[in-house]
């Protein structure tokens, strides 16, 4: 579910995000990046914490230079609001073989529309 206006240019924006982790060219990387992220982004996942698009754009480079071939990609809606938003995703091979997946939760800059902090999570959450 998602709230409030601009359900749809936040699920694109999202949709951009993921489609970073695909583009293997690291200006085009990056440029890719700049339509969707603050340059001052902050991102964070179990394996790593780090800040900017060059720093996310070099992370992207070494995670897809060890699974190459994988696609991420959102898993369904986006759940908003004040700002924030999660959703899902998938990391899977060339195929269909799931490889990982999980959410992320996003902050967002209501001017640009960007996102200025991503917070990844790996699994399951366990209970």
């Known amino acids: 579910m998602t709230t409030g206006g601009g359900a749809e240019a936040l699920a694109a924006t999202i949709d951009a995000y993921c489609a970073c982790w695909r583009v293997m060219e690291d200006d ?3 440029a890719a990046l700049a339509r ?3 340059p ?3 991102y964070t996942d179990p394996t790593v914490e780090l800040t900017g698009i ?3 754009s070099a992370h992207i480079a070494k995670v897809c230079a060890a699974r190459p071939g994988a696609v991420i990609a959102r898993t369904g809606g986006v ?3 004040h700002g924030m938003a999660r959703f899902g995703w998938s990391l899977r ?3 269909a073989v799931f490889l990982a997946g999980s959410i992320d939760v996003v ?6 529309g960007r996102l200025t902090r991503i917070t990844g999570f790996f699994g399951p959450l366990e209970g």
Do not use: I, Q
């Open 28 to 30: 085009a990387r990056r």
């Open 93 to 95: 091979d060339g195929g």
């Open 54 to 56: 060059a720093a996310l």
């Open 36 to 38: 969707c992220v603050s």
């Open 40 to 42: 001052d982004l902050r």
């Open 107 to 112: 902050e967002l800059d209501p001017d640009s």
């Open 79 to 81: 759940d908003a609001h």
